[in-house]
């Protein structure tokens, strides 16, 4: 798969996981498409941190409005009744626990539920953003990133960049399946059928444990 194969497998999977009535974060990077991919009769209010809950998929290439962007800074749009604020009230409704599912990136997670997505020592660090404040006050928290990094893991047994926070993650979604973090680890519990159960633990440095009730990964 390419990239852009890539991303659509994830981002695809990841809507899946939101329900009718939710609020929902989603960080830069590969959950910020995931508006695109909602099944029709869905209906959430995608919440963006720098002060927009209401947003809608990406703006089409002509319709760019500088008004209308998400925290990545990625033109969107905005569904009828949707609502802009400052950044305190933004992460009032996060911090206050409003929020129902985060969806982030990760540089790397580990089988602890330790994530570490905002700095790797000696680059430029564009700052942390709100990433701390959404992985404690969502109630569910979604992993959404390629399995490896220039073929190195990182779903790891134990993080070695900076932590963003300890064991808060729920859900790992990569291109080669779907992982719940458990109190016995990480349970592989859907496979990509392009892929078989020992390549994606070949990929994975943590242990992965097969659920009894694996399934294809649903689309």
């Known amino acids: ?11 695809k999977r990841a809507a ?17 498409i995931i ?28 319709q760019e409005d500088a008004e209308w962007v ?30 129902d599912a985060s969806i982030l990136g ?9 994530l570490a997505n905002w700095m790797i020592p000696g680059k430029k660090v564009p700052g942390m953003g709100g990433a701390m404040d959404l992985l404690v006050g969502a109630k569910k928290v979604i992993l959404t990133m390629e399995h490896t990094a220039k073929g190195n893991p990182k779903i790891l047994h134990k993080c070695n960049l900076p932590l963003t926070a300890k064991g808060q993650v729920n859900m ?4 080669m399946g779907v992982m719940e973090i458990t ?11 392009e892929f078989t159960v020992e390549q994606v633990q070949q990929a994975t440095e943590a242990t992965l444990i097969i659920s009894k009730d694996l399934k294809p990964m649903q689309q």
């Open 183 to 193: 109190k016995e680890g990480i349970v592989l519990t859907e496979l990509n059928p």
């Open 70 to 99: 998400n925290a990545g800074g990625g033109y969107i749009t905005a569904n009828p009744g949707a609502a802009t604020f400052d950044s305190a009230t933004s992460f009032g409704i996060i911090r206050g626990g409003h929020v």
């Open 16 to 32: 899946l996981e939101l329900h009718d009535g939710y609020v929902v974060n989603l960080g830069i990077g590969i959950p910020s």
């Open 35 to 62: 508006p695109n991919y909602l099944k029709p009769g869905i209906n959430v209010l995608i919440q963006s941190e720098n002060g927009l809950i209401g947003m809608g998929p990406d703006a089409k290439e002509g």
């Open 106 to 114: 990760a540089l790397q997670v580990d089988e602890n539920g330790d």
């Open 1 to 11: 798969m390419d990239k852009n194969q890539i991303r659509e497998v994830i981002a």
């Open 172 to 175: 790992i979604i990569t291109e």
